[in-house]
């Protein structure tokens, strides 16, 4: 018997299954977000949420038109702009948004997408909790407007405010020890 090892190689050296990943996918710029939103506290139903909707694949009625599905209107429910439900709109540009970041003293420049206005929130918000406060509010703004197309009930800012304060509330049981105190004190002095 033969007591030698096998060795695999490739192009790049020593075979190594990490190597080949990375030669087969390649090196990608990906943008600071998505690191935030992986180490954020938030629950993973509203990490996969979040994630969805900066990929632009939540389903809006924009990308369900897209996927050829029949529907009424296509435009935005929780406005009156004759605009298309997309997520940039729903949750930037729609004026339903634009008052549901007003109670959290955010705003954004017109024009800015998606990624640049969570840069925004981090700008005008705390250091640590910004992106909880991007995503549950977002969270807050899509069950809004679920409850008004699945359960007729009609739009309004403070239900997405008791909505969000009631997210961000089950949240500080999620925070780490350190910043519990910190995150304690900024949700109270939040809303």
Known sequence: MNDQRDIWTSTWGEYAPSKTYRFLVGQRNVHQV?????KCYCQPKH????????????????????KNM???????VLCNTSEEETCQHLFIDCPFAKQ????????FQNGTNINDCITQIRNQSHPVFFMMV???MCWAIWSVRNDFIFR???????????????EIALLSLR???????????WIQNLL
């Open 34 to 38: 998505y690191n935030w939103l992986w």
């Open 70 to 76: 029949q529907l009424d209107s296509f435009l935005c």
């Open 134 to 136: 991007a995503i549950l």
């Open 100 to 107: 549901s970041w007003d109670l959290l003293n955010i705003s």
């Open 175 to 185: 925070a780490k020890t350190k910043d519990s105190i910190t995150f304690d004190l």
């Open 47 to 66: 990490k996969v949420f979040f994630w969805l909707l900066l990929k632009d694949i939540l389903s809006t009625r924009n990308i369900l038109r897209r």
């Open 152 to 166: 007729n009930i009609q739009p309004n800012v403070q239900t997405a405010k008791e909505i969000f304060r009631k």
